[in-house]
């Protein structure tokens, strides 16, 4: 047990679990630890800036519930400490709540003795007595958070609805102010039970990765914490196990459920020298894998790191509510307090009349459905993405994605499945068997994709490459190196331009393949030809994008007969050919001024810039370099052009769902507060409908996403 003496001083944490100080009791936690989100069962002392339902493990709900509706903490927050079985506490409270208030009312018909406070007489003190203590049991926590968050200066529904209690109390109806304490704790509950549903299925995945992983170590094996897995320890996994780090296979051939990282359930066929993944199930055989990532380094732990930061990205439109909340709500209150003395003031009416139709109103004009209208949506298209393998980072970028009007494609890996093959060796007074192998022996410096078609030509032909001195990369034109004692040139057309001569002799390609030219400063010495393959459902994919009125372009650095063919066979609107990165990226400036919302998608180091210019970056993520990924809005983890076509679904039809729940939530909280003014709406139903019910019907609507 680590006590206080041994946690660090100088530790900065953002979020303070369990983990801050490991097994640490919650009186053992260093008090001058900063702590942004304190959580229970970390520390005792620290001083706590925001803390919400769900911000303890063990805490019940009425104990949480002092610090916040659910509307006003992060979705998101703490997705990996959802418990599957919730405390019945609330349930109890509830029940004897419910139990109190029907004694109340059963009170009501006996004779009561009327108590006399010199400023008012209470005419039935044992039922308000019970009324009271009904509020007390449920709303303790809530009237507190109303008071503290006016102390801030800040006006919050629960103080809203302890203004309202208050009244109803003040106005003789102890039952109605009881009754409306305890539905609105009732509606926070029914609330925070949707919303753990929205994210149920988030949280499921973060709890994929085991804890224990079994290493092997002179020649006994031990269990051990994924947490202490170094680089190149060998860890064993038995059939039906799951795979606790990423690695690479040294021993043993198996088949992987891979559904955790690419949301595809199908099992891929992994032998020796392939990399698996954490989280990722063995299916069949016995494998021996050696570390090459710590447990927070794996392809897992930055999904899991994305989906929790991606909250803090928001949408343009959740913006802007928050901040028509943060004014709505002082409003409100005042055009109540009018409401409650303009009338009786000026005209003689009613004072009791028109305060309680101003408490009818405070209830109705509650802004929680309309605050969390949007970050349901949210976080419900995140999880719709997440099952199928794609990763957003934010919903801004769900918004963004929304009202792209252009698609701009990277062709190869992307569009293609980037495995390019050796075809076609056409040799130019020098023999087939020289030509191939100067052109492996330069390739072979390099980690191009077209570099490791040829590493793969050499290795199944055993071709002996020759010594390379003088290697250089000249980006998006080719390679060159020197070969006894002469200079050698792979690449493109451009790669020539140093001799107009061989420039001139070089022709056209218009075989529609990736063509390589291989040749010296004096002539060129032959062409080699690389055949890469279209994605599966390439051709359906890009008609459906198209379909929703979206213009698919292709940007790419071969040649345009190739270029050409692709786009042709693929349906594309446009291509651009011969482009290099820094063309690409122009090229992206120049569409998005034309177009005004493009997104980019691609998998290389070369698309970085591209896909940062964008307005909306895409990542194939699993075959696509870790900068790609890190750059890009979202990542699709699975390699499969299709998963585009269902992201801009799940964008389009979340906007449609935001716009439904804020126009539904407006439209009806407007015509509610009109009847409550002219006194057809009491009390009871204006928290019934105006705020727990159409509170429930925005969370249910935006949970039709994740279907």
């Not at 109890?92 to 006399?116: E, K, N, R």
């Not at 570390?291 to 343009?316: D, H, M, P, R, Y």
Request: aromatic share 6%; hydrophobic share 40%; glycine share 8%.
């Amino acid at each position: 047990m680590t006590k206080k003496e041994d946690c660090r001083d100088d530790v900065k944490v953002d979020d303070c679990h369990d983990h801050c100080c490991d097994d640490t009791e919650v009186d053992d936690c260093r008090d001058d630890v900063k702590v942004d989100d304190c959580r229970d069962d970390c520390c005792g002392d620290v001083k706590v800036d925001d803390c919400h339902d769900d911000c303890c493990d063990d805490t019940e709900m009425d104990d949480c519930h002092d610090e916040g509706c659910c509307c006003e903490s992060g979705i998101l927050e703490n997705i990996d400490h959802v418990e599957e079985k919730k405390s019945k506490k609330p349930l109890f409270l509830m029940v004897l709540d419910g139990i109190l208030i029907a004694l109340g009312i059963y009170s009501t018909t006996l004779a009561q003795t009327p108590l006399s406070l010199g400023f008012a007489t209470i005419d039935q003190p044992i039922s308000i007595l019970i009324f009271l203590i009904a509020v007390i049991l449920v709303g303790h926590g809530i009237i507190k958070h109303g008071v503290k968050s006016l102390l801030k200066g800040e006006v919050k529904i629960e103080f809203l609805i302890t203004i309202a209690t208050i009244g109803a109390f003040l106005l003789g109806d102890g039952l109605e102010g009881s009754s409306l304490m305890f539905l609105f704790y009732l509606a926070e509950y029914i609330e925070g039970f949707a919303l753990d549903r929205s994210k149920k299925s988030l949280s499921k995945l973060v709890s994929l990765n085991p804890d224990v992983a079994t290493i092997k170590k002179d020649g006994k094996e031990y269990e051990v914490d994924v947490n202490v897995l170094k680089i190149n320890d060998v860890v064993v996994v038995k059939p039906g196990d799951k795979i606790p780090i990423d690695g690479v296979i040294i021993i043993g051939n198996t088949s992987v459920n891979q559904a955790s990282i690419t949301g595809e359930s199908l099992a891929v066929s992994k032998k020796e020298g392939d990399e698996v993944y954490s989280s990722t199930i063995n299916e069949e055989g016995y494998i021996e894998v050696k570390v090459t990532k710590t447990s927070n380094n794996t392809i897992f732990a930055k999904i899991i790191g994305l989906i929790k930061e991606s909250e803090e990205k928001k949408a343009k439109v959740d913006i802007f509510i928050d901040k028509f909340a943060r004014y709505y709500t002082p409003l409100v209150v005042i055009i109540a307090i009018l409401v409650a003395i303009v009338p009786p003031l000026f005209f003689g009416q009613s004072l009791s009349q028109w305060v309680y139709k101003s408490l009818v109103l405070l209830v109705i004009s509650c802004p929680c459905a309309l605050a969390i209208s949007t970050p349901v949506s949210m976080v419900s298209a995140i999880t719709a993405g997440t099952k199928n393998g794609i990763i957003i980072k934010g919903g801004e970028y769900i918004e963004e994605l929304s009202r792209i009007k252009a698609i701009l494609f990277d062709k190869t890996g992307t569009l293609t499945e980037g495995r390019l093959e050796v075809s076609d060796i056409e040799p130019n007074n020098i023999s087939k068997e020289d030509l191939i192998k100067i052109a492996c022996s330069i390739e072979g410096k390099s980690k191009h994709p077209i570099a490791k078609a040829f590493n793969d030509y050499r290795l199944a032909n055993n071709i002996a490459i020759k010594e390379v001195t003088n290697f250089e990369s000249i980006a998006g034109k080719g390679l060159k190196g020197v070969i006894d004692n002469e200079m050698y040139y792979v690449g493109k057309k451009d790669l020539f331009d140093h001799n107009e001569n061989l420039l001139g002799s070089l022709g056209t390609n218009t075989s529609g393949k990736t063509s390589v030219i291989v040749g010296n400063s004096r002539e060129i010495l032959g062409f080699i030809s690389l055949n890469d393959k279209i994605r599966d459902n390439g051709k359906e994919t890009i008609s459906e994008i198209k379909d929703n009125n979206i213009t698919t372009i292709m940007l790419t650095g071969d040649n345009e007969s190739t270029a050409g063919k692709v786009a042709s066979e693929l349906g594309l609107n446009k291509y651009y050919h011969d482009l290099l990165p820094e063309d690409k990226l122009n090229m992206v400036e120049e569409l998005t001024g034309k177009y005004g919302d493009v997104a980019m998608v691609g998998d290389g180091v070369n698309d970085t810039p591209s896909l940062a210019r964008a307005n909306v970056g895409i990542a194939m993520g699993m075959s696509g370099a870790d900068v790609a990924v890190e750059t890009a809005d979202i990542v699709l983890m699975q390699d499969n052009l299709s998963k585009i076509a269902l992201l801009v679904k799940i964008a389009k039809k979340t906007m449609n769902v935001v716009k439904e729940n804020v126009a539904f939530a407006i439209t009806v909280k407007s015509i509610l507060a009109i009847l409550g003014v002219l006194g057809h709406v009491t009390l009871l139903e204006a928290v019934i409908i105006g705020d727990m019910g159409i509170t429930l019907l925005v969370v249910a609507n935006a949970l039709r996403i994740g279907r």
